[in-house]
Nanobody
Framework: VQLVESGGGLVQAGDSLILSCAASGLTASRYKFSNFAMGWFRQAPGKEREFVAVISWIGSDTYYTDSVKGRFTISRDNAADTVYLQMNSLKPDDTAVYYC?????????????????????WGQGTQVTVSS
């Protein structure tokens, strides 16, 4: 399974960005992209990787870390095997490398979804830098 993030960049505080994460390699298994939960994490310099958002494999349930609630929106397009992270009202504290990750198949929701070690595959990350 390969995950490729895109959409990062350098923006000013208050701007918006949309990150994309395209999955491939699932056709070799008997599962589809829609069978997996998808998460976004981020890691700032000198800090541990932290949970940002996750969307259930059904797509109807989303969860966010408190610091991005109301500003970020996670969504998925199962026909395109892609998950998105719409980021609005960006702040300098949002500066980090953003990673997408896949968990499944058919994972049952639990608080482990907020933990990086609960995910099976990761992308290489995309840098988001927010200037003040």
């Amino acid at each position: 399974v390969q995950l490729v993030e895109s959409g990062g960049g350098l923006v000013q505080a208050g701007d918006s960005l949309i990150l994309s994460c395209a999955a491939s390699g699932l056709t070799a298994s008997r599962y589809k992209f829609s069978n997996f939960a998808m998460g976004w994490f981020r890691q700032a310099p000198g800090k541990e990787r932290e949970f940002v958002a996750v969307i259930s494999w059904i797509g109807s349930d989303t969860y966010y870390t408190d610091s991005v609630k109301g500003r970020f929106t996670i969504s998925r397009d199962n026909a395109a095997d892609t998950v998105y992270l719409q980021m609005n009202s960006l702040k300098p504290d949002d500066t980090a490398v953003y990673y997408c990750a896949i968990k499944g198949p058919y994972p049952t929701y639990s608080t482990t979804w907020y933990q990086a070690d609960a995910y099976d595959y990761w992308g290489q990350g995309t840098q988001v830098t927010v200037s003040s």
